[in-house]
């Protein structure tokens, strides 16, 4: 049978990512990315514009092959094994990726049933997910008339149709207003409560503080630096973080003039490393 | 530790295929209108050139509509072409390609759920035509095995242009570059003997025009449904039916193995 194919190695659980290169033309994407991510547990991948953090994940959700380097995904080799690794992981690319002519409840049946659930089997997860996210109002409505928070809750969604054990979230709030983004960060913690490995990328320190056991630091196509949150900021030493005590910022001011409730006042800023 | 529910029952590449057909029908489904448009298009192609053209045009043995009929119904087979590049790149813009390929589904499976759903669009295309003609006066006229043939040799040209249009859509990659494909489809139908006989044109048209993989179609069905035609006396006019079985042969013999392997190729 093609799911129990192979036996994955223990010490291949969750994500491993040694020495990863890809290059397009002249341009290095990724220059030797090495990450360990320990199952059930979050990463954050932290870094700016073009760092590569896009590549990685596709090279770690078979999308792309990697020009060298190995990587090893809830238990497979990505390169050798990507069907293996697809049974397992759910993905939420940087840009919503669902079927906008279909409804929310025919995606996440289609894709169940491309993740070979049986007909009924999909009916049902599809029903539980489109709850569970909120959508069930919306659920026989063509995704074209979605808003773009519900897309998104929709995407994450549909790639949680498989139970993953490892899920990749790609700037999964980019384009959210803030009470859609905090949305999205509490179903991200429900979901770490199951036991899912995540692989979460952000440009906001603070996205990655809030989520993450561990937060890896890109930039031009490496890690830089690495460690649980706490760590990280010591690491780096005072001189690189200021937390600044302020004044509210636009994000609070529109919290609280649509009536959700502000988090906090004070914010951790990383200066590039350099 | 979560354990995935997906344990496949089975997992095989016919039914992923079935799956994706299935998808493409719920397009339909959910698109009513943009269908029917596609299906109705070729429709007004017969009524714009049979009653607007068809006057000054002297067909031996017939009426213009007569010689149109089997012109359009290869041209439809064209037109599938076209909603196939561009239902390619609305995948890959969409990230609805990116997402597929996430899934434990092969390249074989996607490409065979694209051809299986283009077979049932050329069949409602063909059909439609059929009625049209029906209704403008046209009759096959050499009975029903003859008939048979001739729509066994449509959906043959069909079947290669199905993979000759998801390569274009691979390759283009874009919904805005697929509109060349549209743009290129009308020289492409006029330049064949579709429209008007390739003896009528000058020289060098001609001569792309009587070899035409389109033109070998369209004469092949108006010989096999008993059809006027302006008695061309070129080879490739005598041996229409050879031509109309080799032309679509070669064309899925270079076209399938590209687009498979442009597929592949998404991942590098
Ligand atoms: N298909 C491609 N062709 C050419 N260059 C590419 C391609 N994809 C990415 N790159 C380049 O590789 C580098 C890393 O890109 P990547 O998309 O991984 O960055 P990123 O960290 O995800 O950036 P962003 O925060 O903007 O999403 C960039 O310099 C980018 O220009
Ligand atoms: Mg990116």
New binding site residues.
């Given amino acids: 049978m093609a799911y129990e194919e192979g036996v994955p190695a223990a010490e291949h659980a969750g994500i491993v990512a040694q020495d990863l290169r890809k290059q ?2 002249e ?1 290095t ?1 990724l220059d030797g990315f090495t990450l360990r991510v320990r199952p059930g547990t979050v990463c954050g991948l932290l ?10 994940v596709r090279i770690l959700s078979t999308l792309l092959r990697p020009d060298g380097g190995h990587a090893h995904v809830a238990g497979y080799d990505v390169v050798r094994r990507p069907r293996q690794v697809r049974y397992r992981i759910g993905l939420v690319g ?1 840009h919503a990726c669902v079927d906008e002519i279909l409804t929310g409840r025919q995606n996440l049946q289609l894709f169940g049933r491309l993740g070979h659930l049986t007909a009924d089997a999909a009916r049902r997860r599809a029903g539980e997910l489109l709850d569970q996210f909120g959508l069930a109002d919306a659920a026989d409505r063509a995704v074209a008339q979605y808003s773009g928070g519900m897309r998104r809750r929709l995407d994450l969604a549909t790639s949680l149709i498989l139970r993953p054990a490892v899920l990749f979230l ?2 999964p709030t980019t384009g959210l207003d803030p009470a859609a983004r905090i949305d999205v960060w509490s179903r991200i913690r429900e979901l770490v409560g199951t036991g899912t490995t995540v692989l979460l ?1 952000t ?1 906001y320190l603070e996205e990655a503080d809030q989520l993450a056991d561990q937060i890896a630091v ?1 930039d031009a ?1 490496r890690i830089v630096a690495e460690g649980t949150p706490d760590e990280l900021k010591a690491k780096v030493g005072p001189d690189r973080v200021e937390t600044v005590t302020r004044k509210p910022t636009l994000d609070e001011v529109f919290l609280h003039l649509t009536g959700k409730t502000a988090t906090r006042s004070t914010e951790t800023v990383l200066e590039p490393a350099r | 530790m979560t354990t995935p529910t997906a344990v496949p029952a089975s997992a095989s590449w016919l039914r992923d295929a079935a799956t994706l057909t299935h998808r493409i029908l719920l397009h339909w489904r959910q698109r009513p209108f943009s269908i029917a448009l596609t299906l109705l298009f070729p429709v007004l192609i017969v009524l714009m050139f049979g009653y607007l053209f068809g006057g000054a045009m002297a067909v031996p043995d017939g009426t213009y509509l007569d010689y149109l009929i089997p012109g359009m119904l290869a041209m439809t087979m064209l037109f599938g072409l076209e909603s196939m590049v561009l239902a390619v790149t609305a995948d890959a813009a969409k990230g609805v390609t990116e997402r597929i390929r996430a899934m434990p589904v092969s390249g074989v499976a996607v490409l065979t759920g694209r051809g299986w759903a283009d077979l049932l669009n050329a069949l409602a295309g063909l059909t439609v035509m059929i009625a049209t003609g029906y209704a403008v006066g046209w009759r096959p006229h050499d009975g029903l095995p003859s008939a048979l043939a001739a729509l066994g040799l449509l959906l043959w040209l069909r079947f290669a242009f199905t993979w000759v249009g998801i390569y274009l859509g691979l390759l283009l990659k874009t919904p805005e570059s697929a509109v060349a494909v549209q743009v290129l489809v009308w020289p492409v139908g006029f330049l064949s003997s579709a429209f008007v006989s390739p003896g009528t044109m000058p020289g060098w048209m001609g001569a792309i025009a009587t070899w035409n993989p389109l033109s070998a179609t369209a004469t092949a069905v108006r010989e096999l449904f008993g059809n006027p035609s302006w008695n061309e006396t070129t080879w490739a006019a005598e041996h229409s039916v050879l031509l109309a079985t080799v032309w679509p042969a070669v064309l899925t013999a270079v076209f399938l193995p590209l687009a498979y392997r442009r597929y592949r190729l998404l991942g590098r």
């Fill in positions: 397009y033309g341009r994407a870094g700016p514009n073009g760092a590569g953090k896009t590549t990685a940087q790609d700037e990328t440009q890109i196509g």
